[in-house]
Structure formats: C-alpha cells, structure tokens
C-alpha cells in the first residue's frame, strides 16, 4: 500500500473514532504526496478541518459568554481567566483556519480541474477565511474578510460556469456566501439577493431530476429559505 493510500485509510478510521485532529494531520499527509484528490478524499479533507474546526469555534462561544457573565456580576479576575482561554482557543482557530489555505492556495487549487473540484476548493477557501473574520479584529478581520469575499466570488463564477443550479457545491457555497454577506459584511441586502437568485434557479431545475437528487438540493434550499425568513423582515 502507497503513503498516501495509507494515510486515508487511517482518516477514515480516525473519522469513525471521532478524532479530527488526527484526522487532518492525515489528509493534510495525503495533500503533501501530490496529485488531485479524489471525490472521497475531497470530501475527508474537507470533513477532517470541519471537524477539528467546529469543537474550537464552540469553545470560542462558551468561553465568551463566560467571559461576559463573569464581567457582568463583577467577577472580574474570572472574567479575565476566561478572556485568557477564549483567546488561547482563538489562537488555535487560526493555526487551523491558516493551515487549511495555505494547503488549498498552493497545494490544491494549482492542480484542481475546472468545475467542481475547482469550485469546491474556491469555495473552501471562502469558508475559512470567512472563519477566520468572525473572531479577528481590526485590520486582521478586514482582510480575512477581504480574502473570503475574493475566493467566494471566484468559486460563484466558477459554478455558475460548470456546474447545475441544483448541484450540492452551487447550491452550499450560495448558501455560505450569503451568510457571509450577513454576518461579516453586514450587507443583507447582497444576502437577499444571493439566497433568492439561488433558490430560483435551482427550483426551475427539480423537475426530472432522481429523487436522491432532488432531496439533497430540497435540504439545503429549504436552509436558504430559513435565513431569508430572517433576514428580509431587516430590509
């Protein structure tokens, strides 16, 4: 068995164990051996970041809100302990956040094809620079958010060129990039515009599709319509 085939055999058990810090070290070994991923592999590079991410973006929030309450009932050394992990957390977010884009800028786009596994990886990118914005302050978030907007932009005109309106990389990177329009540019009305071009399109499209298809657009269309019954009443 070749490395790299051993390094996603052990992703996936790391996976299945639920250890994403394992996980990413080893697909980010299947990255360093060269050549293009496969769909599953694509699909475990993304899911080992996501996972050792999300329990750090978690901790970021529970120690927040610590942090307030504590300051809030004048509890100001404990306020200050917690405002000391939250940023020990913060800090390990971006390591993830910056390791997962430099892997994706010179790792993995160079070689991607056109079409979905371009879009995916743009779209990636997007993601994680757009992580990266909602902690940082400043000029720091300014170019995160900079950054997020550029690859989000990119992976948009990339998919609206190769893939279907109902596609499941089209349909999620409409979906995160109009979060990211809300959340980090405060700009609702982009948001609006993105999940509602998005839902029209793909729904013009269901009709013929398999049904498995059609299920997998309908969750997340059905997520794009959640947000917007959120955000118009703001407009």
């Known amino acids: 068995m070749q490395p790299e085939e051993q390094a996603v055999v052990l992703a996936n058990v790391a996976e299945r164990a639920e250890r994403y810090d394992d996980m ?14 496969s769909t599953e592999e694509r699909d475990l590079f993304s899911a080992a970041y996501k996972g050792t991410l999300s329990t750090r973006r978690l901790a970021v929030r529970v120690a927040s809100s610590v942090e307030q309450q504590e300051a809030a009932e004048g509890r100001t050394a404990n306020a200050s302990l917690a405002a000391g992990y939250r940023s020990k957390v913060e800090a390990e977010l971006h390591e993830v956040c910056a390791e997962v884009t430099q892997l994706l800028v010179h790792s993995l786009l160079p070689q991607a094809e056109n079409g979905e596994p371009k879009a995916f990886y743009l779209k990636m990118q997007g993601d994680y620079f757009r992580y990266m914005a909602e902690f940082m302050t400043g000029e720091a978030r ?94």
Do not use: C
Not at 24 to 37: F, N, P, Q, T
């Open 142 to 235: 300014q170019k995160a958010a900079d950054e997020a907007r550029i690859a989000y932009t990119a992976a948009t005109e990339e998919a609206s060129i190769h893939l279907l309106t109902t596609h499941p990389v089209r349909l999620g990177l409409a979906l995160n990039f109009s979060v990211f329009q809300h959340e980090v540019l405060g700009d609702t009305f982009a948001a609006v515009d993105t999940a509602l071009a998005a839902l029209k399109d793909a729904a013009s499209s269901l009709e013929g599709m398999p049904e498995e298809s059609v299920r997998d657009a309908t969750l997340t269309m059905q997520l794009l319509q959640e947000n917007l019954s959120l955000w118009v009443p703001e407009n």
């Open 24 to 37: 990413a070290a080893y697909m980010k070994e299947r990255v360093s051996k060269g050549g293009a991923l």
